[in-house]
């Protein structure tokens, strides 16, 4: 199972659209994805409610994890939207 760090690029964190847009490219990505705080129980990044709940702020680090076909694949692309500015988009 590939994992990453990545910090968090969009201002708000992992809040409301950034969460909303993170949870939908994870669960189109067709592979199992979890994302976790440092030290925290990982949770499934499709789920709007899951990444809501962890409370991410702006450049938190966080630990992306991903299973299945083409898991580094949609792992770098994840950690990329991740650090991006989702806010913006």
Known sequence: MPSTTVSVGSASGLHARPASLF????????????IARAGGTPVNAASILALLTLGVDHAEEVTLATEGDGADAVLESLAALLASDLDAA
């Open 23 to 34: 949870a939908q490219a994870a669960a189109a990505s067709g592979v199992g994805v979890t």
